[in-house]
């Protein structure tokens, strides 16, 4: 399947996906499945939880894949 670089937006933040980078690792869809799935594309969906946790969960991603842009004056 080909997948495109992608960006996914909630209120409050901005995210994007480069499958150049992604690694398959499934650590993403493992550990936070609500939002991140590896099996529904678009796979990213940013209204099933809470931002801060999307963001933590981005932080561990090992392959830089997945980043993010605060929309607003938030800190996480
Ligand atoms: S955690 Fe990162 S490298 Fe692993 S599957 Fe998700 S996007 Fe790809």
Same mark, same amino acid.
């Given at each position: 399947?080909?997948?495109?670089?992608?960006?996914?937006? =909630?209120? @409050?933040? %901005?995210? $994007?996906?480069?499958?150049? /980078?992604?690694?398959?690792?499934?650590?993403?869809?493992?550990?936070?499945?609500?939002?991140?799935?590896?099996?529904?594309?678009?796979?990213? =969906?940013? @209204?099933? %939880?809470? $931002?801060?946790?999307?963001? /933590?969960?981005?932080?561990?991603?090992?392959?830089?894949?997945?980043?993010?842009?605060?929309?607003?004056?938030?800190?996480?």
């Amino acid at each position: 399947m080909n997948i495109e670089y992608k960006t996914f937006k =909630n209120k @409050e933040v %901005t995210v $994007t996906y480069d499958p150049r /980078k992604c690694e398959l690792s499934g650590t993403c869809s493992k550990e936070l499945s609500d939002v991140f799935s590896d099996s529904i594309i678009p796979w990213v =969906n940013l @209204e099933n %939880t809470e $931002t801060e946790k999307i963001i /933590k969960q981005i932080k561990k991603c090992p392959s830089g894949a997945l980043k993010f842009r605060l929309r607003e004056k938030a800190t996480y």
